[in-house]
């Protein structure tokens, strides 16, 4: 499946741009709500909180100035008659004002330590909406895997990262293990041994690694890739890394590919294969993945409410091919492209800026602003973000 533009050229991503477009507003619908919802709770208990503490202030400094005023009311009258009232009276209004900033405190303290939990689920519900958008659905972003492979089974990782945005998924395997062959098929590395009958002499012998595991697996969207193998034993281990049609093979600490007489041996067509492998092995194997984390210029941008300048970052690199479809489109009105089968078979999906527009007018001002992003409100877009996805 192709996807192009009215005028037959093709878009910068090979997706369904009308689909993932929608999902988008979708999320967006549901997501700021709830962060709306997140801010009008914390401000809520901000105001109880200062209101709280204002009292308890206002007590404190009433028991000092009565403290002074009747110190001095006792210096004045200079008679040791009334020290006795004195004393009793701020002892009095001490026990008063202790019991009751006892309860006002104990206020305090449960806003403090209940508030986090008033919005967890909300935060949590956050996470899940954007789960499955984030994971494929961010434009531009660069991508870095992980695969960890332990007694425990395996386990993963993934970044991605676009303009500040950053976002991070927990990732779990169907497999418990993972062998070479397995991820690869056939790879053979050379090492140095000893053989023969009468004289023990060293010889280059290529060793089978099908039946290694793979221990580690680290690889990104520029084919960068880190990997660690390992025997059963685990007393023999090997590395590769590399990219850009470079690669580099050490066995425990000693790099094969500087020795000559074994780099020779190295078939480097089947290591500059591994990015294409290990990419098909994350696309069919990953059983699950949980959104995990979501970072604002190092920032977690939903504990500190900033999902919706998310969602901003996002709609910036949305809005480079609505502004294309709407300037290689016939109809001005309508963001449309075209999905082009193998046998050359055309269909047309659209969506209207009228319906951008309504939709997310309905979430209130962020909404509203995130379709001037987009370029589908009345506003001329004098800001050319052409060249914004990579």
Request: aromatic fraction near 8%; charged fraction near 30%.
């Amino acid at each position: 499946m192709k996807y192009i533009y009215q005028d037959s050229t093709e878009l910068p991503v090979q997706r369904d741009f009308i689909e993932d477009l929608k999902t988008f507003l979708n999320i967006t619908s549901r997501v700021i709500p709830l962060e709306n919802s997140i801010i009008e709770i914390k401000c809520k208990h901000k105001e109880a909180l200062h209101e709280l503490k204002s009292r308890i202030e206002g007590m404190n400094n009433f028991e000092e100035k009565l403290g002074i005023l009747l110190r001095k009311l006792v210096n004045e009258v200079d008679i040791e008659d009334v020290i006795p009232c004195s004393n009793a009276v701020l002892q009095t209004c001490s026990e008063n004002l202790r019991k009751r900033r006892e309860i006002l405190e104990a206020e305090c303290t449960k806003i403090e330590t209940g508030t986090p939990n008033e919005f967890k689920k909300l935060e949590e519900d956050i996470l899940e909406i954007l789960s499955r958008f984030l994971i494929s659905g961010v434009y531009g972003a660069e991508k870095r895997f992980e695969l960890f492979s332990s007694a425990n089974g395996i386990s993963g990782e993934m970044e991605g990262w676009v303009l500040g945005l950053q976002y991070h998924y927990r990732l779990s395997f169907a497999e418990d293990t993972l062998t070479v062959e397995r991820l690869l098929g056939n790879l053979s590395l050379p090492g140095w041994t000893r053989a023969g009958i009468l004289r023990k002499e060293e010889k280059i012998k290529m060793q089978d690694l099908s039946e290694f595991l793979v221990t580690f697996l680290e690889f990104d969207t520029q084919k960068n890739l880190r990997m660690a193998l390992e025997n059963k034993k685990a007393n023999r281990k090997f590395r590769i890394e590399g990219g850009e049609h470079r690669y580099f093979v050490y066995e425990d600490d000693k790099e094969i590919t500087a020795d000559k007489e074994l780099g020779a041996f190295i078939d480097m067509e089947s290591l500059i294969r591994i990015s294409e492998k290990v990419q098909a092995y994350f696309r069919a194997n990953i059983r699950t993945y949980t959104l995990s984390k979501i970072l604002l210029d190092e920032e977690d941008a939903v504990s500190t409410n900033q999902i919706f300048d998310c969602l901003k970052v996002i709609a910036e690199q949305y809005g480079v091919i609505v502004q294309e479809c709407l300037a290689k489109g016939h109809n001005k009105e309508e963001i449309t492209i075209k999905m082009e089968e193998a046998d050359g078979t055309r269909t047309e999906k659209y969506i209207t800026k009228a319906e951008i527009y309504a939709q997310l007018a309905e979430v209130g001002s962020e909404g509203i602003e995130i379709a001037g992003i987009l370029g589908v409100d009345s506003r001329p877009q004098i800001k050319d973000r052409k060249y914004l996805i990579v």
